[in-house]
């Protein structure tokens, strides 16, 4: 029976780490930004729940289609949310 070859193993090596600390690059977020993220986020939120709610009893929101409301609603949330990828 033929004996299997042995394979030579590279050894590894860890890659040199540097321990300079790194400067983070851009400015923090001014807070009109911020304010305006949580309150388009707050804002899409009562919305929906207002409508939940009280959607009928209002005249603005009962002119509306249901899908309509909810565009406005996921809509207002779903800007502030991308807002928060350039949140720093």
């Known amino acids: ?3 299997s070859k042995v394979r030579s193993k590279t050894e590894y090596t860890d890659a040199a780490v ?3 600390p790194v400067k983070v690059k851009g400015t ?3 807070r009109w930004y911020l304010i305006t993220m949580f309150a388009l986020m707050l804002l899409g939120l009562a919305w929906l729940v207002v409508y939940y709610l009280a959607g009928e009893k209002i005249p603005f929101m009962a002119d509306l289609e249901t899908w309509q409301n909810f565009a406005i ?3 207002l949330a779903v800007v502030g949310l991308l807002m928060t990828m350039n949140w720093r």
Do not use: E, L, V
């Open 18 to 20: 540097s321990r300079t």
């Open 73 to 75: 609603g996921f809509g």
């Open 28 to 30: 923090p977020t001014s």
């Open 1 to 3: 029976m033929p004996k």
